[in-house]
């Protein structure tokens, strides 16, 4: 005796529901277990430059923005401010770097001033802080 066979081939249906909780379990994992760390900062766009040095003596940092506005190791600052900090460091520490971080679109003049009350107050060491050139293969 032979059995009939009953089987339907069913085409089946792929249900997405499952895929997008998994999605969204994921999404709300990664976003409740990483921490963001917001550094307040000054937004500064640097010129470009094709040579690079990086320095590992003890410096010192000026801000200048677009705006024009100079800031001394992130903190905002007036020239006069500035003539007594440089005055201190160059009786304290004259060997020590100044960086000068200017935006690519601040003032000339005040890039200028920075650097002749660094020399002035005796720091002998200045250094303008650039992005490197993309594409670049000098070092």
Do not use: C, W
């Amino acid at each position: 005796m032979r059995f009939k066979r009953r089987l339907k081939i069913e085409e089946g249906r792929l249900d997405l529901t499952p895929l997008i909780d998994v999605v969204f379990l994921l999404l709300i994992f990664f976003m409740l277990s990483s921490s963001f760390i917001f550094q307040p900062g000054i937004r500064v766009k640097l010129p470009e430059s094709s040579i690079s040095e990086t320095k590992k003596e003890k410096s010192y940092e000026v801000i200048l923005t677009q705006e024009n506005l100079m800031f001394f190791n992130g903190e905002r600052i007036s020239v006069e401010g500035l003539k007594r900090k440089m005055k201190i460091i160059g009786k304290t520490a004259p060997e020590a770097v100044l960086i000068i971080r200017a935006d690519e679109s601040a003032r000339h003049k005040y890039v200028v001033r920075v650097m002749s009350i660094a020399k002035m107050n005796g720091i002998k060491k200045l250094a303008i802080a650039t992005t490197p050139v993309e594409g670049s293969n000098e070092e």
